[in-house]
């Protein structure tokens, strides 16, 4: 069975540090495309960081540069993001996204999310 299970979320003062982690299971982690969403209350959801399939290449979205750094290990099946120096206006539900295109389509799985509230 497909599972993403995020974890790492919780409540913590601005300029804080997180370490959000997604556990895979079910699938062929290595040949997926790995990204982290966030969704805030009332607002559309918004990519935040993606990385390939074995690491080489990353993105990160103009919002977070030089403060999150996302990551993977595919011995365990696992991208993480590493959240530094937050914002406010970080605050959302993270969500965990896998991510293969094959042909014409796109094989997408989704975790449940987890929640960061950043707040003084």
């Known amino acids: 069975q497909v599972q993403l299970v995020e974890s790492g979320g919780g409540l913590v003062q601005p300029g804080g540090s997180l370490r959000l982690s997604c556990v895979a299971s079910g699938f062929t982690f290595s040949s997926y495309l790995m990204r982290w969403y966030r969704q805030a209350p009332g607002k559309e959801r918004e990519l935040v960081a993606s990385?390939?399939?074995?690491?080489?290449?990353?993105n990160l979205s103009d919002s977070v540069k030089g403060r999150f750094t996302i990551s993977r290990d595919n011995a365990e099946a696992t991208v993480y993001l590493q959240m530094n120096s937050l914002k406010p206006e970080d605050t959302a539900m993270y969500y965990c996204?896998?991510?293969?295109?094959?042909?014409?389509?796109?094989?997408?799985?989704w975790g449940q999310g987890t929640q960061v509230t950043v707040s003084s």
């Open positions: 990385i390939s399939n074995i690491g080489g290449r990353t």
């Open positions: 996204n896998a991510q293969r295109v094959r042909g014409a389509g796109v094989q997408r799985y």
